[in-house]
């Protein structure tokens, strides 16, 4: 076997990949914005984003921040440098870790479970049938998803953002020996607005990501239950790999000197 | 509205083929208005695919599928939704929505195609349940709560709901036991006749095929081998027909069995 014609049909296969996705991220924002609407559809999925993420993501984001103090505290303390965990936390959750953690723990949520339900909905063809009932699945199914995962994960972040600094400030308070008034003026003035912006431009991009890579594996899945559970596990994956990808290249754009 | 003399459905010369698998290889069919037209053959000949070309979910690769002599190959968007409209499909396995109640799914296409509003549209689902024998209790039910018996029905209710002129019926007695089998054929019969309605129904369940069938047409390999009048299949002539109704393992059909 040819070695370069190997490496050539795995760089093609990759092209053609990508182009697949381009073309139904595409499609599918496309039909975000051209009626019919689909309300009843759209507020079930920011129902299902939004509401029942909010426990994990403010558990992750609780003890992210708790844990922040405490590290950065041990590390500050080798240069007498402890007033600045306030504001090391209150940086490091919103412009990274509450938007990053708040995507994956959502990518692992509602990202393999739209894989499931659209690859299940496609094996057993109920994605055919809708196109038999006047409905276009990607109208019906894959715009109100998307446009929800976009819509949802910036408030889920704020909340995210809040609870974080909290964790922290939980922390510095009965751990660290801070005082309250203390803790909460560092976090005031070293936080910027540009901070959390960044942060919500984030969860937005990743909330698009993340529903973009549920209902892109789960519509194009394909043989049986093996299939949408491959779907289900590639949405998670490619997901994760996306966020971290696209979490660098929005940092570049906002904080580049 | 069809012609006089010309067919409801005429296909043409359809293919279709799956990377190197050549399902359909030039099917040809007419299938005359009000007309129950059973096509039989055996898994894997293209049945199914033949199907989803007329209701555009797959896209033959040559062919051509006159509806009432227009062309419906090649439809997009409106145009695509605007025949598929006047269609009704009932699913092998169902395909019923899971997270719908069973009347919404009913009254699933009405509601798409703007012909009721959702509120409107429920005691038009609940009749046409009750056409095909089921209560208004099982409205509220979700598919999953259903017996496979039960489901088929609600799957034909949704598929004549929106009163179409033309119905597919994919395997509709395949996993029910043979009384339920055949309640369900006495109900597409029933159905068809008081909707007028033209019907392609494709199944190898031969029970089935001649008790819903003005005619019947074999598909073998990818094309119509033989098609006839249902009285005329126990003479038909065609040694693969005769090997099918029959059952009988050696003769000119070859099955993909390795030993």
Redesign the interface.
Known sequence: MNPLAAIGRAFLALLEAIGRLVLFAFAAVTHIVRPPFYPRALLRQMVDIGYYSLPVVALTTLFSGMVLALQSHTGFARFSAEGAVAGVVALSITRELAPVLAGLMVAGRVGASMAAELG??RV???I??L??????PMKYLVAPRILAGFVMLPPLVLVGDVIGIFGGYIVGIYKLDFSPGAYIDQTWRFIEVRDVVSGLVKAAAFGFLVSLMGCYHGYRSAGGAQGVGRAATSAVVSSAILILVFNYVITELFFAK | MSGPGEPKIRIRGLHKAFGEKRVLRGVDLDIGAGESMVVIGGSGTGKSVTVKCALGIVEPDSGSILIDGAESVGLKGAAREAVNARMGMLFQGGALFDSLPVWENVAFGLVAAGQRTRRDAKPVALETLAQVGLGPEVGDLMPAELSGGMQKRVALARAIAARPDIIFFDEPTTGLDPIMADVINDLIVECVRELGATALSITHDMASARKIADRIAMLHEGRIVWSGAVADIDASGNEFVDQFIHGRASGPIRMAVRR
Do not use: G, I
């Open positions: 299940t909905m057993t063809e109920q055919d049938a196109s038999t009932l006047s409905t276009d």
